[in-house]
Nanobody, 114 residues
Framework: QVQLVESGGGLVQAGGSLRLSCAASGSIFTNNDLAWYRQAPGKQREFVASISSRRSPVYAASVKGRFTISRDYAKNTVSLQMNSLKPEDTAVYYC????????WGQGTQVTVSS
């Protein structure tokens, strides 16, 4: 069973930056493609970015060029560097596998003020 713990969220002004981190237990975390997802109030959870050992990272069109996903195999973590944040990036951010087959963590709230 993989347990996911997201952190790094907060309140930031438009144009600012945040770095999210996701830690997980279990070796299965290392052997899977990983992704960040987000859910804004009143909306469905959506894909943000994914990272794989077999191909280049993939980004949603809305964040491409502003967000960067990375992973640290030694620390069993996956991170999301978010730059040039916009109010529409406001959401709870989650990490999970690709596709998202593990239980969701509590997520980390990102709020971008205009």
């Amino acid at each position: 069973q993989v347990q996911l713990v997201e952190s790094g969220g907060g309140l930031v002004q438009a144009g600012g930056s945040l770095r999210l981190s996701c830690a997980a237990s279990g070796s299965i975390f290392t052997n899977n493609d990983l992704a960040w997802y987000r859910q804004a109030p009143g909306k469905q959870r959506e894909f943000v970015a994914s990272i794989s050992s077999r191909r280049s990272p993939v980004y949603a069109a809305s964040v491409k060029g502003r967000f960067t996903i990375s992973r640290d195999y030694a620390k069993n973590t996956v991170s999301l560097q978010m730059n040039s944040l916009k109010p529409e990036d406001t959401a709870v951010y989650y990490c999970n596998a690709v596709p998202p087959g593990w239980s969701w963590g509590q997520g980390t709230q990102v709020t971008v003020s205009s």
